[in-house]
């Protein structure tokens, strides 16, 4: 398939990916689940293409570039 194309099953397969990696490291920001969605794409088009090994990669990436949690800042004064 050429890049940046995928079939129902690979997209099924990154989704587990998402699930998975998201519960086990406390994904549960919606801007740091879509950073991981967005890495997911990225490894995938960059060759990552099994899922035990998407993981792997997200897994050595994802602390290196997802954004942190968004904070709310309250004015105390």
């Not at 990696?21 to 740091?32: A, E, K, L, N, S």
């Not at 088009?45 to 792997?56: I, P, W």
């Amino acid at each position: 398939m050429p890049r940046g194309v995928a079939s129902a099953k690979q997209l099924a397969m990154m989704a587990r990916v998402l699930d998975t990696f998201c519960g086990t490291y406390g994904v549960t920001d919606t801007i740091q689940r879509e950073d991981a969605a967005a890495l997911i794409l990225e490894l995938f088009n960059l060759g990552s293409r099994d899922e035990e090994a998407l993981l792997a990669e997200l897994e050595k990436t994802a602390t290196l570039t997802l954004r942190p949690k968004q904070t709310r800042f309250s004015h105390e004064g």
